[in-house]
C-alpha cells in the first residue's frame, strides 16, 4: 500500500474513532443530565465480524411502495449512517412503517481470541 492509500485508510480510522467517541460523550452527559438514553436502533447484532444496525424510517409510511421505500432510504438515510452499507428493509406494523437494516465490517473486538 503506497503512502498515499495508507494516509487516507488512517484518516477514516481516525474520523471513524471520533465519531464513536463523540456518540460515547453524548451518551453520558445524557446520563449525567439525568435525561433517558437514546436508542436510535430497532436491533442491533454483531455476525461473524459484521456489526448489523436497524434504524426505523419514521418519515417513510407503511403503505410507500417498495423501490420508492428503497430510493428514499438510499437518498436521505443511508448517508446519515455512513460506513453503514444497506442490507434490507421491511415494512413494519410494529413501527408504523419501513425499517432499514444496514451493516459494516466490525472488527474492533476479536471474537475468535480465547480468554485471557
Not at 435525561?35 to 461473524?48: C, D, G, I, M, N
Not at 452499507?85 to 471474537?111: A, F, I, L, P, Q
Request: aromatic share 12%.
Amino acid at each position: 500500500m503506497s503512502d498515499p492509500e495508507f494516509l487516507q485508510e488512517r484518516n477514516s480510522q481516525l474520523e471513524l474513532q471520533v465519531r464513536n467517541l463523540q456518540e460515547s460523550v453524548g451518551r453520558w452527559k445524557r446520563e449525567a443530565q439525568g435525561k433517558p438514553p437514546r436508542f436510535e436502533y430497532v436491533q442491533q447484532r454483531h455476525e461473524r465480524g459484521q456489526h448489523y444496525i436497524s434504524v426505523p424510517v419514521e418519515s417513510l409510511p407503511s403503505d410507500t411502495p417498495l423501490h420508492e421505500a428503497q430510493e428514499y432510504i438510499r437518498d436521505h438515510v443511508l448517508p446519515k449512517f455512513y460506513p453503514y452499507k444497506y442490507y434490507n428493509c421491511y415494512s413494519s406494523r410494529r413501527y408504523s412503517g419501513w425499517v432499514v437494516t444496514m451493516v459494516r465490517e466490525d472488527r474492533d473486538v476479536d471474537m475468535d481470541a480465547g480468554p485471557a
